[in-house]
């Protein structure tokens, strides 16, 4: 099993920056990518960044530019950098990982980001 736990999330102005973690822990050594989900009110889950172990990485259309994946091995975390926010960023964001051998897939409980003046 893998547990991941998010943080970071919270009320930030238009144009403004925040930065969400995902810390995971358990039996992370097959994990072979972390990925960030948002939903938005009304909407259906979305994949808003991807990061494989070999650096790969996948950005939805609506934030290139604008958000950033990262991860620190050594903490078991990754990050989602998220400069120049939009009001249409509000969501709950959700940490997702993918682990192989057998392949699994794992989600955090979420995080709230709400973007208003």
């Known amino acids: 099993q893998v547990q991941l736990v998010e943080s970071g999330g919270g009320l930030v102005q238009p144009g403004g920056s925040l930065r969400l973690s995902c810390a995971a822990s358990g039996r992370i050594s097959n994990i072979y990518y972390m990925a960030w989900y948002r939903q938005g009110p009304g909407k259906q889950r979305e994949l808003v960044a991807q990061?494989?172990?070999?650096?790969?990485?996948i950005y939805a259309d609506s934030v290139k530019g604008r958000f950033t994946i990262s991860r620190d091995n050594a903490k078991n975390t990754a990050y989602l950098q998220m400069n120049n926010v939009k009001p249409e960023d509000t969501a709950v964001y959700y940490c997702?990982?993918?682990?192989?051998?057998?392949?699994?897939?794992?989600w955090g409980q979420g995080t709230q980001v709400t973007v208003s003046s």
């Open positions: 997702n990982a993918g682990r192989l051998g057998p392949a699994a897939q794992y």
């Open positions: 990061l494989f172990n070999s650096g790969g990485t």
